[in-house]
């Protein structure tokens, strides 16, 4: 009987063993439940670039390299930011940021929720105020740099990151403005959701335009009015905007924005005339259509002139290719439309 006995809790034993072994090797209903949901989420992260909190966090101390040329590091997430230009204010809230900006230049007008939000200047900036504002990080100009230096080292004695925002005259230009502010905020994966969505629409236009027109359009772009008429030629938005659809710039010969006469834009002889100061002229086509001696003008016989939102063709931000997508549909209606 004892040996039957030994027998029997032997081979129970055994199954015990094996038992304990199965469950130390795939660990707990809840332990595999979790590791379930940890795959998940680094499958989600490595498939969308999603980043968790803590991963956010490790993104600082971060230091960046502003237009400038200096080294800009920022020890936590900012959770305060002032910018004293418009463009700067459409990226910043582009990327989310819209709930830390506090304090905005007197020119930002988009979007709505910066109507409400602190003026504190524009190229003369309200440094008093800045100051008592005291926000992590201000995103200034490079006339900021170059004409008050003295109160940028304010802004920095007293803790404020001081980052330099310069000028742009190209989509490439604007991807690495909004690549910038997005490293010194964190703010990584909308920059590339904003820039992506830039290019794949930009690129689009572009095939769309290369595939399906074959007559190119001149066009004359007034950013004044008369009687001291300026456009715009190469190394602008507009140049390249439409270069992008197939369309040909009247002052391609000239170089950033130029004056012209009359005279001279009479000869010029475009098929459409795009006007981008409707914000402070009533009627700009109707005075652009009326003018003595623009009669034999194609644009004006054709009654081919159009108003664009200036914010949309000028400002470097992410609305820029909003401004392309008008240009398309008023210049070649019967292709974009």
């Given at each position: 009987?004892?040996?039957?006995f030994?027998k029997k809790?032997?081979?129970?034993?055994?199954?015990?063993m094996?038992?304990?072994?199965?469950?130390?090797?795939?660990?707990t209903?809840e332990?595999?439940?979790?590791e379930?949901?940890?795959?998940?989420?680094?499958?989600?992260v490595e498939e969308?670039?999603?980043?968790?909190?803590?991963?956010?966090?490790?993104?600082?101390?971060?230091?960046?390299?502003?237009?400038?040329s200096?080294?800009?590091?920022?020890?936590?997430?900012p959770?305060?930011?002032?910018?004293i230009?418009?463009?700067?204010?459409?990226?910043?809230?582009?990327?989310?940021?819209?709930?830390?900006?506090?304090?905005?230049?007197d020119?930002?007008?988009?979007p709505?929720?910066?109507?409400?939000?602190?003026?504190?200047?524009?190229?003369?900036?309200n440094?008093?105020?800045?100051?008592?504002?005291?926000?992590?990080?201000?995103?200034?100009?490079?006339?900021?740099?170059?004409?008050?230096?003295d109160?940028?080292?304010?802004f920095e004695e007293?803790?404020i990151?001081?980052?330099?925002v310069?000028?742009?005259?190209?989509?490439?230009?604007?991807y690495?403005?909004?690549?910038?502010?997005?490293?010194?905020?964190?703010?990584?994966n909308?920059?590339?959701?904003?820039i992506?969505?830039?290019?794949e629409?930009?690129?689009a236009?572009?095939?769309?335009a290369?595939?399906s027109?074959?007559?190119?359009?001149?066009?004359?772009?007034?950013?004044?009015?008369?009687?001291?008429?300026?456009?715009?030629?190469?190394?602008?938005?507009?140049?390249e905007m439409?270069?992008?659809?197939?369309?040909?710039?009247?002052?391609?010969?000239?170089?950033?924005?130029?004056?012209?006469?009359e005279?001279e834009i009479?000869?010029l002889?475009?098929?459409?005339?795009?006007?981008?100061?409707?914000?402070?002229?009533?009627?700009?086509?109707?005075d652009?259509l009326?003018r003595?001696?623009?009669?034999?003008v194609?644009?004006?016989?054709?009654?081919?002139?159009?108003?664009?939102?200036?914010?949309?063709?000028?400002r470097?931000?992410?609305?820029?290719?909003?401004g392309?997508?008008?240009?398309?549909?008023?210049?070649?209606?019967?292709?974009?439309?």
């Open positions: 009987m004892g040996y039957e030994l809790w032997g081979l129970f034993g055994l199954v015990l094996l038992a304990m072994a199965i469950i130390t090797g795939c660990g209903p332990e595999s439940s979790q379930n949901v940890n795959a998940g989420e680094e499958e989600l969308n670039q999603v980043q968790p909190e803590t991963e956010r966090d490790e993104l600082f101390p971060v230091t960046i390299v502003d237009d400038a200096r080294e800009v590091t920022i020890e936590s997430e959770e305060t930011i002032v910018s230009q418009a463009s700067n204010t459409e990226i910043s809230f582009a990327l989310g940021l819209g709930d830390k900006v506090i304090g905005v230049s020119y930002c007008n988009y709505a929720e910066v109507l409400d939000i602190e003026k504190v200047g524009a190229q003369d900036m440094a008093e105020l800045i100051l008592t504002l005291l926000p992590d990080i201000a995103l200034v100009t490079d006339y900021h740099f170059n004409t008050h230096p109160i940028l080292e304010q007293a803790g990151n001081v980052i330099v310069g000028s742009a005259s190209s989509f490439e230009d604007v690495q403005k909004i690549d910038m502010i997005a490293s010194a905020t964190g703010s990584q909308a920059a590339e959701e904003i992506s969505d830039m290019k629409r930009h690129q236009i572009k095939v769309q290369e595939e027109i074959t007559d190119p359009k001149k066009v004359w772009v007034e950013v004044s009015p008369a009687p001291d008429i300026f456009t715009t030629g190469q190394n602008t938005f507009m140049h439409l270069e992008s659809i197939q369309a040909v710039n009247a002052a391609e010969d000239h170089e950033g924005w130029v004056s012209l006469t005279e009479v000869q002889n475009p098929d459409v005339i795009i006007t981008t100061y409707g914000y402070y002229v009533d009627n700009p086509s109707g652009v009326a003595d001696g623009w009669a034999e194609p644009a004006i016989q054709n009654e081919q002139v159009f108003d664009v939102d200036n914010d949309t063709v000028t470097p931000g992410p609305r820029l290719i909003e392309v997508e008008t240009l398309a549909k008023l210049i070649y209606p019967e292709v974009f439309e």
